[in-house]
Structure formats: structure tokens, C-alpha cells
């Protein structure tokens, strides 16, 4: 594997990864979201290439996670577990109590894997099935 590390991005740096893993055929407006400027959003660099990239927002201690994605060229490398254990770790840290995201379908085994749970409420947008996936975590303030 490449030398990686991770850091925290500006949102107009997430688009172009977006758009080329999401939505390739589809406006680069739509990978655009209204509340960026609000969110932390995380780039994972191999060899100092942006490789893959997540944007996370909270309300209180509960954190959403939006626009996960990783150029094709570097999928199923490894990159999006390392960034998402990164960010799992950054929400823990940030005392959140529940991460959560609306998940391709085709990909809920991948968060299953982390321990995510599948809820009931699917969606569908763009032509492509979703589901709410999420982790509760346990960051109570007692031992």
C-alpha cells in the first residue's frame, strides 16, 4: 500500500472526487451540498494524491457523514476502511454518541463491517437505492 495519511480539507477540495465516484454522468452541481461550508470534511492522500474523501456534520453529540467516496481508480484498496475508521475515531473524540449515513444499498455489507446497523428507512435518489446505516456509540462520561 502507498504511504497514506489523512487530513482536514477544504469542501471545494471533495467535488472533484465526489463526482468522479458518485455521480460521473451527472452535474457537478449535484455533489455540491448546501451545509458544506458548515461540515469537516477529510481527505485520505496515497503518495500525496487525493484519493478519497468524507464530509461529516453534527447536530449536538449526533454526526452525519456525507459524499464518501474514493476515485476509482484506488477502490477496494483499503482506503475507505482506513478513512473511515479515521473518521469513526474523530466523531468519538469529538464526544458524538451516533454516527450515521444514507448508504448505497449495494454497499451496507461495507458498514456492516464496522459495526454499523441497517435501519428500516430506504430512499431512493438519482436512480440509486439507500438505506440509513448507523453506529451507536458509547461515549458516556463515566468509566
Known sequence: MSAIHIEQIRADLTWRIRHEAMYPN???ELVKLENDPEGTHFGLFADDKLVSVVSVFHWDRIY???KF????NAQNLGYGS???KHLMDYVREMGGTKLWCNARCSAHSF???FGF???DQTSKK???DFVIMELQ???SLGT
Open 26 to 28: 451527472l452535474s457537478m
Open 64 to 66: 452525519q457523514f456525507r
Open 69 to 72: 467516496a474514493t476515485i476509482s
Open 82 to 84: 482506513i478513512l473511515l
Open 111 to 113: 458498514y456492516q463491517k
Open 117 to 119: 446497523s441497517k435501519m
Open 126 to 128: 438519482h436512480g440509486i
Open 137 to 139: 456509540l458509547d461515549n
